[in-house]
C-alpha cells in the first residue's frame, strides 16, 4: 500500500528556521520525483519545490527559492529546510510524489499519485 508521511511542521517566528521530512513507502520513490506542495486558508494549493528522481534537479517557486531547499536522503526519504521563514509562508505542507521522474516547468497537482496528509507551518509575525 504507497503511503506517504510529512514531518517537521512547527509554530516559528519570523526569520526562523525549519526542516520537513518526508518518507514514502510501498512504491519505488527513488524513481519519481517529489514536491513539497503548500495551501493557507483561502488559497490555492502551489507548489514549493520539486526534485528529480536523481536529486540533482531542483525547482523552487520564485518566493522561496534562496530561502528553501529540498533534497533527497536515502531511498525513501526526502527533506526541504526552510530559511528566514515569512508569515506569508504560514500553510500546511503537503510532500507528494510524483507519475514520473521529472519535474515539470511548473508542477501541478494532477502530476503527482501519491501524497501525504500534511504538517502545518505556522510563522508569527
Known amino acids: 500500500q504507497p503511503r506517504v508521511m510529512e514531518s517537521g511542521g512547527g509554530l516559528v517566528s519570523e526569520g526562523g528556521s525549519l526542516r520537513l521530512s518526508c518518507s514514502a513507502s510501498?512504491?519505488?520513490?527513488?524513481?519519481?520525483?517529489v514536491a513539497w506542495f503548500r495551501q493557507a486558508p483561502g488559497k490555492e494549493r502551489e507548489a514549493v519545490s520539486c526534485?528529480?528522481?536523481?536529486?540533482?534537479?531542483p525547482w523552487y517557486k520564485a518566493s522561496v527559492k534562496g530561502r528553501f531547499a529540498i533534497s533527497r536522503g536515502n531511498a525513501d526519504t526526502l527533506y526541504m529546510e526552510m530559511n528566514s521563514l515569512k508569515f506569508e509562508d504560514t500553510a500546511m505542507y503537503t510532500c507528494?510524489?510524483?507519475?514520473?521522474?521529472?519535474?515539470?516547468?511548473?508542477?501541478?497537482?494532477?502530476?503527482?499519485?501519491?501524497w501525504g496528509q500534511g504538517t502545518q507551518v505556522t510563522v508569527s509575525a
Open positions: 507528494a510524489a510524483s507519475f514520473s521522474g521529472t519535474c515539470s516547468e511548473t508542477p501541478q497537482p494532477t502530476d503527482f499519485a501519491y
Open positions: 510501498g512504491f519505488p520513490f527513488d524513481r519519481v520525483a
Open positions: 526534485i528529480n528522481w536523481a536529486g540533482t534537479i
